[in-house]
Each structure stands twice: as C-alpha cells, then as structure tokens.
C-alpha cells in the first residue's frame, strides 16, 4: 500500500510538490534557488526559470525515485514470498496455517529432502508444541526459533528457519557487523589484520557476554608460547 501511495505521489509530482512548496513558503517566507551557470559541478545543475520548478526537479523527483527504487528492491515478489515464513516464528503460528506457507515451501523445496506430506505433519507437530506455551515464553524472532527447534524432530523446520533467518529483510543480526565496523575500521586502524578486527568485532557485537579473567588466563597459558613471565 505504501509502494502504491509513494507512485501515485509520483505520477502527480506537480500537484503533489505544489502543495508542499506553498507549505514550505508559508513557514520560511519566500524560497530562492541558487545561482545557475554552465559549468557548474558542485551541485546539480538543472535549468529552471522558478525555485519550484528547481527543488521540483532537484529534489522531489529524485527523492521518490529512490524511495520507490528501494521499496520495490526490499520488498520484491522474492522477498514477500520468503516473508511468509514468518509463520514458522511460535509467537506467529496461531496466526498462519499449512496453506499460507505453501508459496515458500514450493519455493525452498530444493533444500527440503521431504516431501509435502511429511512437512505437513511435521508443521502440524510445530505448530501443536507451542500453542500450549504461553505467548511471553515463545520465541519471537527467527533467530531464536532456530535456536529453540529441535534439528532431530523437525528437521524440515529447521532447514526453513535457517534460511528465513538468513534474509536480511527478516533479520537485522546479519547488518549488526557493518554498524560494528565504522567504530572499528577507522583510518586510525588502517593496518589491522582480520584476525584481529574479527576478534575486536565479535566483542564488541557480544559485549553483554561476561567474560571470566581466569579462563582467559587458562586458555593463554595451555598455548605453546616461548614468552617469559617476570
């Protein structure tokens, strides 16, 4: 519905950037646009006679573009099919059935070695175990219903699971290591090799993990290491 909304504003960008330009005036008093010449390169450089039809062109257009662009990129019919697995989440399953999944099942079908009818039955045990837990102890993302399935008694869940927690349109753990990296791979660090920043980013992500000092200690002193201790 947002996708169709963000195209119509843009199949009637006048009307639309009209409105909000009259807006922007009534608050600012009147709006000015910058100097044009031939041989700018600083900025964009789009004829225009008005400052509307200037930040019309330069701003209003470009930007539902992207919007749009992006929306169609993230939610594409791809990714709307693997979102269906989303009633494989506990605190989901009330919510969905068999039928509602069959889209992404045909679509992972290559990474499930059973066929339909056991992967029915075997929702149908998925579904019956965590109905009868309490809503605040069900797992409420992907991630942590792969952790909480068994790989021995649903082995299809799992399978499906492991890749609906995969999808980054699904889960944000996998985009936790890109926001890690600006504090850590700053041009102060521009020598660091992997290991290292590896090891610097997973404390960093895990940083509510406790740390024991004297396992640490353990762990350093069982390696063969030609070090002298005062």
């Keep these: 519905m947002a996708l169709q909304v963000l195209q119509g504003w843009r199949a ?23 100097r044009i010449c031939s041989s ?8 225009a006679t008005t400052a509307k039809d200037y930040y019309r062109a330069t701003t209003m257009i470009p930007f539902l573009d992207n919007i749009i662009s992006q929306f169609q990129e993230r939610f594409s019919d791809h990714r709307s099919t693997a ?9 989901l ?13 045909d679509f992972y079908k290559a990474f499930i070695s059973e066929g339909q ?4 039955g075997e929702y ?18 992907a991630l942590d219903a792969f952790l909480a399935c068994d790989v021995v008694f649903f082995p299809c869940i799992s399978s499906l699971l492991q890749i ?11 985009e936790r290591s890109f926001s890690a990296l600006k504090y850590l791979k700053n041009y ?23 740390i024991s000092v004297d396992r640490v200690i353990d762990k350093f002193c069982r390696k063969n290491r030609n070090v002298t201790f005062c």
């Design 117 to 120: 009818a056991v992967l029915e």
């Design 40 to 47: 700018q390169r600083h900025r964009t450089n789009i004829p």
């Design 93 to 105: 399953v009330e919510k969905y059935n068999f039928n509602n999944l069959k889209p992404a099942l």
């Design 124 to 141: 149908d045990r998925w579904r019956f175990k965590w109905i009868s837990v309490p809503l605040s102890s069900r797992p409420s993302n």
């Design 83 to 91: 979102f269906l697995l989303a009633g494989l989440i506990p605190i």
């Design 164 to 174: 609906f927690a995969t999808l980054p349109v699904t889960s944000a753990t996998a």
């Design 188 to 210: 102060h660090r521009t020598t660091m090799n992997e290991e290292r920043l590896n090891g610097l980013a997973l404390m960093f992500i895990h940083r509510d993990v406790e």
């Design 12 to 34: 009637d960008v006048e009307a639309i950037f009209d409105r909000i330009f009259e807006t922007a005036e009534s608050l600012t008093g009147e709006i000015s646009m910058p």
